[in-house]
């Protein structure tokens, strides 16, 4: 059931013990979204193992099945996806509703875009503030056509272009979104589609089109930008695909095992794809011990088991160069920070103001009603640490989470480091990213 269907769903959480054992994370939600998309424009079946089945990525698949490909779970929990072809979308029947996801919504537009069919996008109460404009403007130059609402919002229409023409396109935000909806888009677009990115952003799409057997090449130019060249109208090769463990869901239990004393944790599977992974070398960085074990490769991505002790953190400069490769760990570092000793400075989190809830307004406030001493910049906060001792936590209170599963789950991580607990509005958007986050820390004894 969707997140806005359903009644909110308020939760307590609290300090029970430390985090010991051995955990296993779901699959990457990034590289799943794009395994279905890629497997439904091949031609044959694709097998995916490790699919996250969060509800983002089933978005994701209903949109890929309305549009054509045929998607199904079988029984041991592969997912096989039999494929269209790169030109073969389908007009959907109805509006596409992509709940709670930005990363269907911006990627699927941007298939859409070079194929001569009209969808109607639908989400959620906190999809519905995003910005797509970022989407618009570059896949309008390849020739699609949109009706959006007054901000370039959803609820929006695509009309995608008869003869879609290829761009070269600079980013003007480190976005692998729009790097991706730009690529997917030109993967029905005659000639070379050239992506031009001045700041490194996870390369998932790069490596599976690649893994699918597209033409892309990556260059550095001269200012030490990335160049992406993919060649259109490629014929797809399915793919056999396991999908590694997700860094961003394994962050919530590494930063929990590092602040709950007495922890001893193993979490098994987590990708490590450096344009992913900045948050571990960041809690290194603050004192937190994580080792990386049995490293190996999985779906072309390095994959290793972190083995997380509890540490004493102390606060850090963090250098915003390596905000791409953790922007959606901020909401739980600034909980690490919050429990390190003296002060951690962040900046150039502008991005963050428009992820599912402006995060870093959303994290100022749960965590100062957690009782951390907390300073709002434009783009960023300066947390001064307890230096290990609990939090004092929400007690009557109820944090505001807005929609938003990473606000809903660095929380929860923070009232395992509290006296009183820490109780969030809804724990119900969790399920979009990690619906077994909360069958795990209770597996870890944490909860
Ligand atoms: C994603 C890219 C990032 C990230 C999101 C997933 C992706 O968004 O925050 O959770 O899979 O491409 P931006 O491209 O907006 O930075």
Same mark, same amino acid.
């Given at each position: 059931?969707?997140?806005?269907?359903?009644?909110?769903?308020?939760?307590?959480?609290?300090?029970?013990?430390?985090?010991?054992?051995?955990?296993?994370?779901?699959?990457?939600?990034?590289?799943?979204?794009?395994?279905?998309?890629?497997?439904?424009?091949?031609?044959?079946?694709?097998?995916?193992?490790?699919?996250?089945?969060?509800?983002?990525?089933?978005?994701?698949?209903?949109?890929?099945?309305?549009?054509?490909?045929?998607?199904?779970?079988?029984?041991?929990?592969?997912?096989?996806?039999?494929?269209?072809?790169?030109?073969?979308?389908?007009?959907?029947?109805?509006?596409?509703?992509?709940?709670?996801?930005?990363?269907?919504?911006?990627?699927?537009?941007?298939?859409?875009?070079?194929?001569?069919?009209?969808?109607?996008?639908?989400?959620?109460?906190?999809?519905?503030?995003?910005?797509?404009?970022?989407?618009?403007?570059?896949?309008?130059?390849? /020739?699609?056509?949109?009706? +959006?609402?007054?901000?370039?919002?959803?609820? !929006? *229409? @695509?009309? %995608?272009? $008869?003869?879609? =023409?290829?761009?070269?396109?600079?980013?003007?935000?480190?976005?692998?979104?729009?790097?991706?909806?730009?690529?997917?888009?030109?993967?029905?677009?005659?000639?070379?589609?050239?992506?031009?990115?001045?700041?490194?952003?996870?390369?998932?799409?790069?490596?599976?089109?690649?893994?699918?057997?597209?033409?892309?090449?990556?260059?550095?130019?001269?200012?030490?930008?990335?160049?992406?060249?993919?060649?259109?109208?490629?014929?797809?090769?399915?793919?056999?695909?396991?999908?590694? /463990?997700?860094?961003?869901? +394994?962050?919530?239990?590494?930063?929990?095992? !590092? *602040? @709950?004393? %007495?922890? $001893?944790?193993? =979490?098994?599977?987590?990708?490590?794809?450096?344009?992913?992974?900045?948050?571990?070398?960041?809690?290194?960085?603050?004192?937190?011990?994580?080792?990386?074990?049995?490293?190996?490769?999985?779906?072309?991505?390095?994959?290793?088991?972190?083995?997380?002790?509890?540490?004493?953190?102390?606060?850090?400069?963090?250098?915003?160069?390596?905000?791409?490769?953790?922007?959606?760990?901020?909401?739980?570092?600034?909980?690490?920070?919050?429990?390190?000793?003296?002060?951690?400075?962040?900046?150039?989190?502008?991005?963050?103001?428009?992820?599912?809830?402006?995060?870093?307004?959303?994290?100022?406030?749960?965590?100062?009603?957690?009782?951390?001493?907390?300073?709002?910049?434009?783009?960023?906060?300066?947390?001064?640490?307890?230096?290990?001792?609990?939090?004092?936590?929400?007690?009557?209170?109820?944090?505001?989470?807005?929609?938003?599963?990473?606000?809903?789950?660095?929380?929860?991580?923070?009232?395992?480091?509290?006296?009183?607990?820490?109780?969030?509005?809804?724990?119900?958007?969790?399920?979009?990213?990690?619906?077994?986050?909360?069958?795990?820390?209770?597996?870890?004894?944490?909860?």
């Amino acid at each position: 059931m969707s997140a806005s269907s359903a009644p909110a769903q308020p939760r307590r959480f609290a300090a029970q013990g430390p985090l010991t054992g051995r955990i296993r994370v779901p699959g990457d939600k990034s590289i799943s979204h794009r395994s279905i998309m890629l497997g439904a424009l091949a031609v044959g079946e694709t097998r995916v193992t490790g699919l996250l089945e969060g509800e983002d990525v089933l978005s994701t698949a209903a949109a890929m099945r309305a549009m054509g490909a045929v998607i199904e779970r079988q029984a041991n929990g592969d997912w096989l996806v039999a494929g269209v072809g790169v030109g073969g979308l389908l007009q959907p029947a109805g509006a596409l509703d992509m709940g709670n996801s930005g990363t269907s919504t911006r990627l699927l537009l941007g298939l859409v875009a070079s194929h001569a069919i009209t969808a109607c996008f639908t989400g959620d109460a906190s999809l519905s503030k995003r910005p797509m404009g970022r989407v618009i403007a570059p896949l309008g130059q390849i /020739g699609a056509a949109f009706t +959006a609402y007054p901000g370039g919002r959803l609820p !929006l *229409i @695509v009309h %995608g272009a $008869d003869t879609p =023409v290829p761009i070269t396109y600079r980013l003007p935000v480190a976005s692998a979104q729009v790097k991706s909806a730009v690529l997917l888009a030109g993967l029905n677009t005659p000639g070379v589609t050239t992506v031009i990115e001045p700041i490194p952003t996870r390369d998932h799409s790069e490596r599976m089109l690649r893994g699918f057997g597209a033409d892309l090449r990556v260059e550095t130019d001269d200012d030490g930008a990335r160049v992406i060249r993919l060649t259109g109208q490629p014929e797809l090769r399915p793919q056999t695909i396991t999908v590694p /463990g997700d860094p961003s869901s +394994a962050a919530f239990f590494v930063v929990a095992a !590092l *602040i @709950v004393p %007495g922890s $001893d944790l193993i =979490v098994e599977n987590v990708g490590l794809n450096p344009t992913r992974a900045a948050l571990f070398d960041v809690l290194r960085l603050m004192g937190g011990h994580i080792d990386a074990l049995n490293l190996r490769e999985v779906g072309g991505e390095p994959v290793a088991d972190l083995h997380v002790r509890a540490s004493t953190l102390h606060g850090i400069t963090v250098d915003p160069a390596v905000v791409p490769a953790m922007v959606d760990e901020f909401p739980v570092l600034f909980v690490a920070a919050a429990l390190a000793r003296g002060r951690t400075v962040t900046s150039g989190l502008d991005e963050l103001r428009v992820k599912e809830s402006d995060r870093i307004a959303a994290m100022r406030a749960a965590l100062e009603l957690a009782g951390a001493t907390v300073t709002e910049t434009d783009d960023g906060l300066i947390i001064d640490g307890t230096g290990g001792t609990l939090l004092p936590g929400t007690g009557a209170d109820t944090i505001a989470t807005h929609l938003d599963h990473r606000i809903a789950m660095a929380m929860a991580v923070a009232g395992l480091a509290s006296e009183r607990g820490v109780t969030v509005d809804d724990t119900r958007p969790i399920a979009t990213s990690f619906p077994m986050f909360e069958r795990l820390l209770a597996e870890t004894g944490a909860a």
